[in-house]
């Protein structure tokens, strides 16, 4: 029987590396803060580049929705209820690890 490897339809789904590489970022500086904000913070930002990105992106593509969103260890605060953190274009709330739209949000 004749081993067969996977093409590119087969990898449908798979992680782009880049984008593995961002989360493996955030969760090695989110590992102090409690399980649900790091869960919370991990799925806002997941959610957020996929939304930002559209379906089947180009590294290149993923890699500038990435750098718009600026360093991972930027979007974690420094101890628990820090407040806002900010990094790159946009800007998000710490308790909820969502992105901070209130008018008059500094940067």
Known sequence: MTERHPGPA???????VVLQD????LDAAARALPSGERQ???ARVWTDVAAAAGPAPTGDRLARVL???GPPEGLVPARAGAGRVGCGTRRWC???AAPCSAPGSPG
Do not use: C, Q
């Open 10 to 16: 087969a990898r449908r789904g798979a992680v782009p």
């Open 94 to 96: 710490t308790s909820s």
């Open 22 to 25: 961002y989360l493996r970022r």
């Open 67 to 69: 750098g718009e969103l």
């Open 40 to 42: 919370d913070l991990r």
